[in-house]
């Protein structure tokens, strides 16, 4: 008889959180987050932290903590995860999607990238700074949220508004969707996300005439709305580059050894090979239909129709967008936003830049760290509310043949397992150092 070698302390708490399904499926239906920040809140309290759990509603709780930094003159960093995860269909996986299997050197499961694994780390990062009687400079604000997979309605908004007492003096903040390695033209680098789109969500609604199936009818409902989504998900937005994006854009063509002025943007991140899965997205607007609702019988036409597009624009661009879609499915076409949240763009420079930077070069020497912007989105834009400029950064080096963009809400998700040990120990150099 064999056993299992015990798990590294990281993936076994990423396993555990995995175990816990915390599926969300938007607009105030979940399975809920308390029995994960109550996990999570147990550990940082065996640390000897103080934590406050918030509940927006019942079942959907948030838990954050404040460890104490040696020097009070200097401005706190919130570090911030998430517990929830979108849902995952078992039949389409090759394993338990909550079962927290590890095969082949990884630990697969919902949310063992988006975002439990950051969540194992952060805590295995300050367990480490703990055990060798290290306090961190500045005080660290740990929160771990609910329903960021819905906007964060539900939790870092809710907290932003209802407690903003406890990020009192946070200036800055890290959490997911960077710090990554990809592969590049055979050379390894890592992408530091320095800002993310703005979200719009919203609501097409279609109406016609409710009538028999086998009429002849032109003022068909789901006809209407056919025609609609067509336009909007066929709609091919023009590239817009940030100063984020071109700098990125410059590196790329630098790594890839192309002229930047003769060889179109598009064309060089698709050149990156999976890295371009996250890269693209932020070149332009989308506008994706992810939902279609009508009808209840086979023989009956139905006096409405309704679907959800993901519509994610750059800063500022929102009211604009929202007025071509508009113009694109036209005025019988009804538009409902669901929700909206600011996008946001920060510089790719400073202390904290530095010092991310600077964490991972310690354990990577020589690999050149590269700006990006996210094209989804994170529980910094409720933080930004509060005047608290976020980044993302979620250390993780990655075997150079692994779609690491694919597995955010894809199938088989899964994270290798020394990805996570270099993670905790690039998080806690950051969190000891700066």
Known sequence: MTTE????????????LIRFDTSNYGEGVSNGETVAAE?????????GLSTTYVDSDPGRTSVVARVAGSDPTLPALVVHGHTDVVPADPDNWSVDPFGGVVRDGMLWGRGAVDMKNMDAMIVTALQDMNSAGIQPKRDLIIAFFADEEAGGVRGSHHLVTTRPDLFAGATEAISEVGGYSVTINDQRAYLLQTGEKALVWIKLIARGTASHGSRVMHDNAVTKLAEAIVKVGRREWPVHLTDTTQQLITELA???????????PEEIVLATGSAGGFIQGTL??????????AGYKHNVIPDSAEALVDIRTLAGEEDAVLAEVQELVGPDIEIVVMHRDIGLENPFQGALVDAMVGSLQAHDPGTPVLPYL??????NKALSLL??????????KLPAGLDFPG????????VPLDALVFGRRVLGDLLTNY
């Not at 070698?5 to 555990?16: D, Y």
């Not at 996210?374 to 529980?379: A, I, K, P, Y």
């Not at 005047?387 to 993780?396: D, M, N, Q, R």
């Open 5 to 16: 070698p015990e798990l590294e302390a990281t993936a076994r708490i990423a396993q555990q």
């Open 284 to 293: 332009r607007t989308t506008t994706n239909p992810t939902l279609l609702k």
């Open 254 to 264: 630098r790594i890839l050894g192309v002229d930047p002025q003769r060889v179109g």
């Open 407 to 414: 597995m955010f809400h894809g199938v088989d998700e899964r």
């Open 374 to 379: 996210l094209s989804g989105g994170t529980d």
């Open 39 to 47: 996990y999570l809140g147990s550990l940082l309290e065996d640390l």
């Open 387 to 396: 005047g608290i400029t976020g980044y993302g950064f979620a250390p993780l």
